[in-house]
């Protein structure tokens, strides 16, 4: 019976400290990414066809057209510790020169806190890294607006949507 005391005893203390020392800890530096097909497209009307695959999503933007993509990025969240990202990543296809994106917007739940403007990611695949200016505490989970367009050329205007992250630390 002693025996069994004193092991409660040392199993309580240890979980103690490591609850305790977890606490008071900084976060761990970590990757996070969505799947591509959990995309929500803005305005279907402006899509010629679209499919969600399970490993992504995969449409065709209408001749002259723009659209809205938009991703949910996995969002630690720290009750002592705020996690934070300055950088985000994104796998997407274009089927041409003139399907392009041209800005991503960052949310922190309902509020844009970084936008990039004047993109140009075009003709194939694309594994791009953006930097904000600093590092941005994301406590309301991030979001990412991605806006594509399609020129009015006689060529592909086809997406695919692979996977959006952020390097949270």
Known sequence: M?????????VSICLFIAVV?????????EWM?????????????NCSSYYYK???LDLNLKSGSS???????PT???????????????????GSADAWISDVHVYNGNSKVHEFTGLTYSNGWKDFGLTMPSK????????????????VE???HRFIFSSAGAYFY
């Open 33 to 45: 990414f969505s799947q591509g097909n959990v995309s929500e497209i803005e305005y279907l009307t």
């Open 2 to 10: 002693k025996t069994s005391m004193n092991i409660k005893t040392i």
């Open 154 to 156: 006689m060529m592909s």
């Open 67 to 73: 659209n809205w993509i938009h991703m949910t990025v």
């Open 136 to 151: 941005i505490n994301f406590n309301k989970g991030m979001g990412i607006s991605i806006c594509i367009k399609a020129g």
């Open 76 to 94: 630690p969240y720290g009750s002592t510790v705020g996690y934070g990202a300055k950088t985000i990543r994104l796998k997407i296809y274009t």
């Open 54 to 56: 399970g490993w992504g």
């Open 21 to 29: 020392g977890i606490s008071s800890t900084a976060p761990a530096a």
